[in-house]
């Protein structure tokens, strides 16, 4: 099992809708919990952080974090063509040793 | 204020061949962490250095190594180069406080082709 699991997708929204990422992980340990956006040939950017069980609003993104259920997600509201990237799901394992998901391509239908 | 910046941007080498990475971190940063990126994939954990020395290491052979500087800039090392080693290499920065986490910026990447 690996360690942080998410849908490689693509994913495709309209313009206007809210997009949906999901994102699992295995180890229970772990405490900080991110979302950075990668677009093509790029590198990856931080959009959101999250450590306690619940929703994290950072204007159009929700991080929403249930440590019971070992799972992280990402709303993205009124979702832009700009949107339109690879969304990596990351896991802190101390010390800063990030652990990412392989990513979800997220398309934007304008 | 320059962000992280990474040298060289594109780099072609052929199999055993060894390659060198240089990485120097956002102003005021000490840490930097070291990444694998290969085509479709989630950037994997090489390792990281702070004070100099290694601090954590991923599940990376021992070709891969590095070094930090006394000004924190940074090396990455890949001995005997394998066809599998293609990859986007990306270089973080952070400065670490001993808080949760301490955010890490990325460098733009340098690409290393192996043939």
């Known amino acids: 099992q690996k360690e942080v699991e998410q849908n490689s997708g693509p994913l495709s929204v309209p313009e206007g809708a809210i997009a949906s990422l999901n994102c699992t992980y295995s180890?229970?340990?772990?405490?900080?919990f991110f979302w950075y956006r990668q677009y093509s040939g790029k590198s990856p950017e931080l959009i959101m952080f999250?450590?306690?069980?619940g929703d994290k609003e950072d204007g159009r993104f929700t991080a929403q974090l249930n440590k019971a259920s070992q799972y992280v997600s990402l709303l993205i509201r009124d979702s832009q063509p700009s949107d339109s990237a690879t969304y990596l799901c990351?896991?802190?394992?101390?010390?800063?040793?990030?652990?990412f998901g392989k990513g979800t391509r997220l398309h934007i239908l304008p | 204020d320059a962000g992280v910046t990474q040298s060289p941007t594109h780099l072609i080498k052929t199999r055993g061949q060894q390659v060198t990475l240089r990485c120097s971190p956002k102003?005021?940063?000490?840490?930097v962490s070291w990444y694998q990126q290969a085509l479709g994939q989630g950037p994997q954990f090489i390792f990281q250095?702070?004070?100099?020395?290694?601090?954590q290491r991923g599940n990376f052979p021992d070709r891969f190594s590095g070094h930090q500087f006394p000004n924190y800039s940074s090396e990455l090392n890949v001995n005997a180069l394998l066809l599998g080693d293609s990859a986007l290499y990306l270089c973080?920065?952070?400065?670490?406080?001993?808080?949760?986490?301490?955010?890490?910026?990325f460098g733009p990447g340098t690409r290393l082709t192996v043939l």
């Open positions: 990351a896991v802190n394992r101390g010390a800063d040793k990030i652990i």
């Open positions: 180890d229970r340990g772990s405490q900080s």
């Open positions: 102003s005021g940063h000490d840490t």
């Open positions: 973080a920065s952070s400065f670490s406080t001993g808080v949760r986490y301490n955010e890490q910026f």
């Open positions: 250095y702070y004070e100099e020395e290694e601090r």
């Open positions: 999250i450590y306690s069980n």
